[in-house]
């Protein structure tokens, strides 16, 4: 028998997701878990800050910090491209497993939590997720603009702020 302990946990968020892009719509469902994915970027980012010991990342700690932060969930982030400009990441394995299938409003854990982190550290971001494991896609691209540009603004993604 399968359940135990990762599995429930996986299958609770996912029929939590689904249950809210039912009741109150997709764009709603997505709004709520951001709200969450915020929670958790706060969170993260203070812990990774504290073993760094430092009070802002670098861009390179910040790429370093994305992948190990999904790495200890068992996700497979790679870095595929890295400069001032952005941070592209692509990944083979959600940390949902097969329970994201079909649930994209879940991705928003994945753009609050780059997004926050990322912005408090180097006080701009743009989150888009070109590609994902939840429609299907077989891996995700995530895209994490760190400055506005013509190619950034014509994306379609979320935007988040340093608050001082």
Known sequence: ?????????????????GVL??????NEAAGYISLVGKNIGDWANALYKEELGVSRL??????AVLVDFKARIQGEFTITELNESRIVLTNTACPF?????????????????FGLISSENLGYAKVVIEKSIAHGDGC??????????AE???AEGREYFRVD
């Open 97 to 113: 497993g097969d329970k994201v299938l079909n649930r994209s409003s879940m991705c928003m854990m994945t753009s609050n939590v």
């Open 21 to 26: 892009e039912e009741i109150v719509g997709y």
């Open 1 to 17: 028998m399968p359940l135990e302990r990762d599995l429930f946990l996986r299958t609770l968020i996912r029929e939590l997701a």
């Open 140 to 149: 995700c691209r995530v895209i994490i603009y760190l400055t506005s540009t």
């Open 58 to 63: 670098t861009l390179e700690q910040l790429a």
């Open 152 to 154: 950034s603004e014509a």
